[in-house]
Every structure is written in C-alpha cells, then in structure tokens.
C-alpha cells in the first residue's frame, strides 16, 4: 500500500545524494558519499556507526549548521539547502532543536534562562516566555531548579534543561547527538524516556549514537559506514527503506 | 532580538568576565581622563593668559613707534627710512580723536637710583596722571603723579611696592627724597603690589613726569602712547583713528604701528587654542590604544565563547544577531569606560586646580563631548572586527571544541 509517490508527498525530510567532502591538507574526506534518505514526520530513528563513519557529519546538515557540497535537501517540501545564511537561522529556530552530548548549557545564565534562550534570539516578548519556560519547568521536573546555574545541577538535569531547551520553539524535530553519552545508566535511561514522550507527542527523534542497547529502542535504525548508508530497517514493518531509495 | 534582551544579554556576557571586562574599561578610562584633564590644562593656560591680559587695562590701544608689519615696497620707501619719533604733542593729540577717553605717553629708561648710601638700578618710567586710570592700578600710600601741564613736569616720584620695600626697608618712603643721576625726586606715593604683570614687573618701576624724564635721558620721543578707548566697541575705531592722527601728523606717512590687547589676545588664543588641540591629538592617540585593546579583549572574548556563539547559532541566532550582540557588549563597555575615565578626568583638573590656584583647569565642553564621543567610536570601531569574526563563526567547529 505504500507507494512511492505518496510516501515522497508525505515525507518531512527528504534528502538526495547528500554529499559532504572534507579536504584535510592532501587527503580528501568524503564524509557524506550520496546520501539518500526520506524521513515522516513523527518517526524514531536512531543513526548508528563508528566513529568517523560521518553521522555527526549527517545532524549537522540535517540541523542546517552545516551545508552539504553536492545533493539537496527538502525540509517540510522546501529546499532548504539554497536558503541564505539568515533564512536558514530562522529554519532552526522554529523547526529543528538540538540536544547535544555535553549539554552547551550557558555557564552564566540560570537552567530558566538556558531554557528561555531560544526564545530570547527569536524576539519573543518577555511576559510570553516567562510562561512558556514555566510551563517547561514544571513539565521537565525542574521547577525547583529554576534559578540554579548549570554548576549547580546533575548531569540529569541539565539534560532535562537542555531538553527543555530544544523544545521550548515547539520544533518539528529533534536532534540528539549521543544525548546519553555522558549520563550514568539510570539518568540516561531517564533522558531517553523523556525523548521518547516527546516523540510520542508527535515530535519527529532523530538519535545518533554508537550505543547498540541505546539504538535498538528506535523504531528505525539507520547504520552508517564509511559516509554511506549500509543499512535502513524499521522494527517490526520489516520492509528496507533503502530498497525504493 | 529584542534591545532590552540585547542589552541584558551583553551585561551579562560582560559581568561573566569580571576581569576582561575591568581591563576593557580601565583602558577606555584612561584614555578619556587623558583628554579630559589635558584639554583642562590646555584651557586653563588659555583663561590664565586672558585674565593676565585683562589686568593690563581694559579697552586699552597701544601706539609704538615703527612698522613692525611688512607692508612691502611703496612710494614712501624711498623718500623716507627712518620713522619719525613719537612725541608728547602726538599724544596729545590723540586726544582729540572722539572714541579716545584718555591717553598716556610713556618713555623708559633706566637710572640708578639712591637714597642715603642705598643704590639701585632701576627703570624709570616718565608719564602722566593718566597712566593709572589707563593701567587701572592702585595706590598702597599717598598719591599718583600730579595732573599739570604735559610740558612741565614737578621733581615728584611714585614708586612700585618692591622698589619701596628695598629702598626705604625700616621708614616710611612718602616725604623721602630720591637721588636720580643730577636730579632729586620728592616721593609722593606708593603702588599697591600688583604681583606679576605682564613684560615688566610694575613693582619695581619708578615714575615721574613724562617731561622730567624726557629731560632726564635727553631725549624727546615716546617709548609708547597708551590708549584709552571709551568703551569695548569703540577699540577699532580708535585704533583707526590713532593711526589717521599721527599719519596726518607726520608728513602723511603711516610710521606707527597699533595694536589692541584683544589683537595681542586673539594671536595667544589662537596660539594656545592649537596647542590644546594638539594636547588633545596625544590624548586621542591614547584612546585610539584603548581601541586597539578593545578589539584585543573582544577578540579573546570570542575565541573564549565559541563554544556559546556556536550553540546561539544552533538555536536560531543570525549572523547579525550574534554580530549585534557583540557590538552591543563593545559599546557598552565603551560607554561605561568613558564615563569612568570622565570622573577621573575631573579629578585630575581638580587636583591641577587645588595644586596651582592661580590656574583655572576647567575642561571645556567641547573636549568632554569628543572624549566620550570618540571613546564609544573607538569601542564601536574596533569591535566591529571582533563582532564579524563571531558571525562568521562556522557553528560546526564550534561546538565541537569541548
């Protein structure tokens, strides 16, 4: 029942032949080699793959902060690989939110700051993102922790603020490089489920790890080698994604 | 980004480095204390001069004999070389001139001067009951010079604080008589110490009837005729009237030159104006240094934040924005710096004031607003660098610097 042009229709990310190449003095990196990958909204995915197999390299472009050499990339059905610098700035901070591996909290400012930052950058008035940040607050748990500096918080929490965070601009996605990658077993397992709720709210998770246990909880496991995609497979479905690719 | 955010954003950036932020300000301090207090001290020189100028008398036209001017090769070169003399009757007849409220010929020389076995080397000064009102000094003891006749001169002699102190050191000097080469003076008053004056020191002057003096040094001409105009707006008329008088008097030939205090007075203001500009320059030069510091702050400053510059732009900052914001945490730095260093400024001409007294080190307005005006420049200019190079940033590489 799947036909291909629907599911091209219904796709929130579709990228063709994605390439990024690095040049390091004589050697050239080909970090990205023809990448092609269709997402829907609200999907799970987990990017798998050792180190230097360019999955970071793949969040960056996903997320716009990195711009791919050869290929192109359709957000929500726009090309948002020729956008101008600042219109791809604006792309970022309405649909995509970032989760990082140590946190990128601002040392100087409060978890309810850190949380309102986003919103600061896009000019929303004050009185409207003290609400929005309260609601986060109390939503993540951390509304003893409003006035706490990053210093003052466990690792736990400032991954829930920085989740917070990512989330406070309603995006249609979330980035999460190796979220887990620097939490105990039990935190992590706690930020996962967080995400996992997210996700379940209809928010489009991407994860990349090279967590295995971590990368089997995603609905769809995409493996990366070499800057290719070598293996694409939905839980359950059991049909290849790469097939109609 | 909202301003109130943008200013809230840099304070915070800035306070989150409290010793950067220290550095940045003292630097821009003390370069606009630097202008402050050395356009004070350029200013005050230049009230100290005016005020000095002022107490040689108001209103006042000097005529000397000679052209001191070049006024190049016509006619009259020829037929004449030397200028005619300036004499008592020229003075004379300045007074007729409508705006001339009063005239003072002077003539100097120099005589020892004795009484009992004391000697002195003195300047004598030989002019008229005028020169008082003229000069605008006071009496200490007795009297001024006698009005009389300009060509006959009473043996009477008024002398100046010091020359009294020296003379008469232990006795009073009125009644005294004073010993002049073969001539012998009644001292008939004393001056009240003037302090400083301008060229020659008043207080040690000797003065007797311009006619006696004439006589004394055998001599007829003037050494100057001191002028009176009527008032402040009648100088130029009475320079030009000085000049048509003693022209007419001497053969058509314009042998005398006129000068007015405030002629004198614009050359030292325009003299002292340039040096203040000047002290003013170095002082600029001093807060462009405090620009370069800034720039260098600045520059540290985003190599310290890449990591945070990296996740604004990760978060949906623009470029301009993250541009803004840095320029933003200049300025204000700037700014903050500027009014620092304009306290300090104030201070240092407060203690020029309260060291020297007599010195009037006040900045004045127009150095105070260019002080602050090129400091927030300067911190706007050099940030500019700092602020593009964070823009510019590729978020990529900085994030991943952990």
């Given at each position: 029942?799947a036909a ?7 796709a929130?990310?579709?990228l063709?032949r ?7 003095g004589?050697?050239v990196?080909h970090?990205?080699?023809g990448i092609d ?6 999907e799970?995915?987990a990017?798998?793959g050792p180190s ?9 472009v ?10 192109t990339y ?7 690989t020729?956008?101008s ?6 792309v970022?901070s309405?649909?995509i939110g970032?989760?990082f591996q140590?946190?990128?909290l601002v040392p100087r400012?409060t978890?309810a700051?850190?949380?309102a930052?986003?919103m600061?950058?896009a000019?929303?008035p004050a009185?409207?993102r003290?609400?929005?940040v309260?609601k986060a ?10 006035e706490?500096r990053?210093d003052q ?9 920085a989740?917070?965070?990512a989330?406070i601009?309603?995006?249609?996605m979330l980035l999460a490089?190796?979220?887990t ?6 935190t ?13 709210a209809g928010v489009?998770?991407?994860?990349v790890?090279?967590?295995?246990a971590?990368g ?5 496991r995409?493996m990366m ?8 497979e939905?839980r359950?479905?059991?049909a290849?994604?790469d097939?109609?690719? | 980004?909202?301003?109130r955010?943008?200013?809230a954003f840099?304070v915070?950036?800035a306070?989150?480095n ?7 300000m003292l ?16 200013d005050?020189a230049r009230?100290y ?10 209103n006042l ?10 006024g ?12 005619r003399d300036l ?5 004379r007849a ?18 020892e001067l004795s009484v009992g076995?004391?000697l ?23 009297q001024?010079?006698?009005r009389?006749?300009w060509?006959?001169g009473?043996?009477?002699m ?5 020359l009294?102190a020296e003379l008469f050191?232990?006795e009073?000097a009125?009644?005294q ?7 012998r003076?009644?001292v008939?008053g004393?001056l009240?110490a003037?302090g400083?004056g301008?060229g020659?020191n008043t207080d ?8 006696v ?5 055998n001599t007829?001409t ?7 105009a009527?008032?402040r707006d009648a ?6 009237q000085?000049a048509?008088?003693i022209?007419?008097r001497?053969?058509g ?7 007015t205090q405030d ?6 203001d325009?003299?002292?104006g340039t040096l203040?500009l000047?002290?003013a320059?170095i002082a ?10 800034v720039?260098?702050?600045?520059l540290?400053?985003?190599a ?9 732009k ?8 993250i ?5 933003v945490?200049a300025?204000?730095?700037s700014a903050?710096?500027?009014?620092i ?11 020029i004031?309260?060291?020297?007294p007599?010195?009037p080190?006040?900045?004045p307005d127009w150095?105070?607003?260019a002080g ?31």
């Amino acid at each position: 029942m799947a036909a291909v042009p629907a599911s091209v229709a219904a796709a929130q990310i579709e990228l063709d032949r994605i390439e990024r190449v690095f040049r390091l003095g004589d050697s050239v990196v080909h970090a990205l080699a023809g990448i092609d990958l269709r997402i829907s909204p609200g999907e799970y995915i987990a990017v798998m793959g050792p180190s230097g197999s360019g999955k970071s390299t793949l969040l960056n472009v996903l997320g716009l902060l990195d711009r791919p050499d050869a290929g192109t990339y359709r957000l929500e059905g726009r090309d948002v690989t020729t956008l101008s610098a600042d219109e791809q700035a604006r792309v970022r901070s309405h649909r995509i939110g970032f989760v990082f591996q140590s946190f990128h909290l601002v040392p100087r400012l409060t978890a309810a700051e850190n949380i309102a930052l986003p919103m600061v950058l896009a000019g929303i008035p004050a009185r409207e993102r003290d609400l929005r940040v309260r609601k986060a607050l109390d939503g993540f748990g951390l509304a003893d922790r409003a006035e706490h500096r990053p210093d003052q918080l466990s690792g736990g929490q400032r991954q829930r603020v920085a989740i917070a965070r990512a989330t406070i601009m309603q995006p249609a996605m979330l980035l999460a490089d190796e979220p887990t990658g620097n939490l105990d077993r039990a935190t992590g397992e706690e930020v996962m489920r967080l995400l996992e709720a997210l996700n379940g709210a209809g928010v489009t998770l991407l994860v990349v790890t090279h967590d295995a246990a971590l990368g089997a909880r995603a609905h769809r496991r995409v493996m990366m080698q070499d800057g290719a995609i070598t293996l694409d497979e939905t839980r359950g479905a059991g049909a290849a994604e790469d097939a109609c690719a | 980004m909202r301003a109130r955010d943008l200013v809230a954003f840099a304070v915070g950036a800035a306070s989150g480095n409290r010793l950067r932020t220290a550095l940045l300000m003292l630097a821009m301090a003390i370069g606009v204390a630097a202008v402050v207090t050395l356009t004070a001290l350029g200013d005050g020189a230049r009230r100290y001069v005016e005020r000095e100028f002022s107490a040689i008398g108001s209103n006042l036209v000097i005529v000397l004999p000679g052209r001191t001017e070049t006024g190049g090769i016509n006619p009259g070169s020829f037929v004449s070389t030397t200028p005619r003399d300036l004499t008592v009757d020229d003075a004379r007849a300045l007074l007729r001139a409508p705006s001339v409220l009063r005239a003072a010929p002077l003539t100097v020389g120099t005589s020892e001067l004795s009484v009992g076995g004391r000697l002195r080397e003195g300047m004598v000064v030989g002019t008229t009951a005028e020169f008082i009102e003229v000069r605008q000094f006071k009496m200490a003891q007795g009297q001024f010079l006698p009005r009389e006749d300009w060509g006959r001169g009473s043996p009477v002699m008024v002398i100046g604080a010091k020359l009294r102190a020296e003379l008469f050191p232990n006795e009073t000097a009125l009644g005294q008589f004073v010993r002049v080469g073969d001539r012998r003076f009644r001292v008939i008053g004393v001056l009240a110490a003037t302090g400083s004056g301008l060229g020659m020191n008043t207080d040690e002057l000797a003065l007797v009837p311009v006619s006696v003096a004439q006589a004394m040094f055998n001599t007829n001409t003037l050494f100057r005729i001191l002028v009176e105009a009527r008032n402040r707006d009648a100088i130029e008329v009475t320079k030009r009237q000085a000049a048509e008088i003693i022209k007419a008097r001497h053969d058509g030939e314009e042998d005398v030159t006129v000068i007015t205090q405030d002629a004198l007075l614009a050359t030292f203001d325009r003299l002292i104006g340039t040096l203040t500009l000047g002290v003013a320059g170095i002082a600029a030069i001093s807060l462009a240094v405090a620009g370069i510091l800034v720039m260098n702050v600045m520059l540290v400053s985003v190599a310290q934040r890449r990591s945070e510059i990296g996740l604004l732009k990760a978060l949906g900052a623009s470029g301009s924005t993250i541009r803004t914001a840095f320029l933003v945490e200049a300025a204000l730095l700037s700014a903050a710096g500027a009014v620092i260093g304009y306290a300090l400024g104030l201070a240092g001409a407060a203690v020029i004031r309260a060291l020297y007294p007599v010195f009037p080190a006040y900045p004045p307005d127009w150095a105070v607003l260019a002080g602050l005006g090129t400091a927030l420049a300067t911190g706007m200019l050099f940030g500019v660098l700092p602020a593009r190079r964070a823009a510019r940033l590729d978020p990529v590489a900085a994030l991943a610097k952990r």
